[in-house]
């Protein structure tokens, strides 16, 4: 064999080998590439491919969700049910109030009935006044008749917070047929309901007075004279075209007056756990 051709078949020999190594470092053809990348089951990644790494499914070592791979596997919901939100009531101790944004809640109609000062049976009343208390009850079990009728979270209003009622809610007259009652807007925007329930004056014995036309209310408050009287509230209806006429005084008001009360708190409001 002649040099000249020597030299030309050592030449396709080297390149005949570079292909051959090119080819397989590659790592073959695209069918075979496919066959070991894709696996029926667990979507691409088989044996890794050249975007994800050696994960499975379509991230790699991520959650199936995360095509950046790199995650811990796929998260799984807590099995540990959230706690509800306790529901916050409009009750205290089971008796319901209403909050005018003042400095205690009001009921919105306990206890009922009339009530002696110092007596906390309705419309049992005493002869003489020398038979009730003539010191301040407030809040006294057995004398007080919102906390004996309601509960210890309850009480009869002082005359501050009567006053209060008075000096910074707005008053208005409202008829419902034949009866009259006076609704009360609070700061709060809430409002407090107190019917014309008048009252007995000279308790046993005497005629209710004032019924449909004014509204009294007692307090635990006394004055300071010698036979002591009660502060009450006193809203009366004048005429339909005038304001009412409220106040807070002791005027009329014996301690064997029967007058109705409204009870008051201080305490946060039953919360029902769920």
Do not use: H
Not at 166 to 193: I, K, N
Not at 230 to 256: C, F, G, H, M, W
Request: proline share 7%; glycine share 14%.
């Amino acid at each position: 064999m002649k040099k000249k051709d020597l030299w030309r078949l050592l030449t396709l020999l080297v390149v005949a080998a570079t292909v051959s190594i090119g080819f397989t470092a590659c790592g073959g053809d695209d069918e075979e590439k496919n066959e070991a990348y894709w696996n029926p089951e667990m979507g691409y990644g088989g044996g890794g491919s050249s975007s994800t790494g050696g994960g499975t499914g379509n991230t790699g070592g991520g959650s199936s969700d995360d095509p950046q791979g790199g995650g811990g596997g796929n998260e799984q919901p807590s099995d540990e049910p959230s706690t509800p939100e306790p529901i916050i009531t409009d009750r205290i101790d089971g008796y319901q109030f209403v909050d005018l944004g003042l400095s205690v809640k009001w009921s919105t109609g306990e206890p009922a009935g009339y009530y002696q000062y110092g007596n906390p049976t309705a419309n049992s009343f005493f002869s003489s006044d020398y038979d009730l208390p003539n010191y301040e009850i407030g809040g006294q079990y057995g004398y007080d008749p919102a906390t004996t009728n309601m509960s210890p979270a309850w009480r009869m209003p002082t005359r501050a917070e009567m006053q209060e009622l008075v000096d910074r809610c707005d008053w208005y007259l409202f008829t419902s047929g034949a009866e009259r009652y006076f609704r009360v807007v609070g700061p709060s925007g809430e409002q407090l309901t107190l019917p014309c329930y008048g009252a007995y004056t000279l308790g046993l014995g005497g005629s209710l007075l004032y019924e449909n036309y004014q509204c009294w209310l007692l307090t635990s408050t006394l004055d300071d004279s010698g036979n002591p009287r009660p502060y009450i509230l006193k809203a009366r209806y004048t005429n339909d075209t005038s304001a009412p006429d409220v106040q807070v005084t002791t005027n009329e008001a014996l301690r064997l007056s029967g007058i109705p009360i409204r009870g008051v708190s201080t305490s946060q409001p039953d919360i029902i756990e769920q």
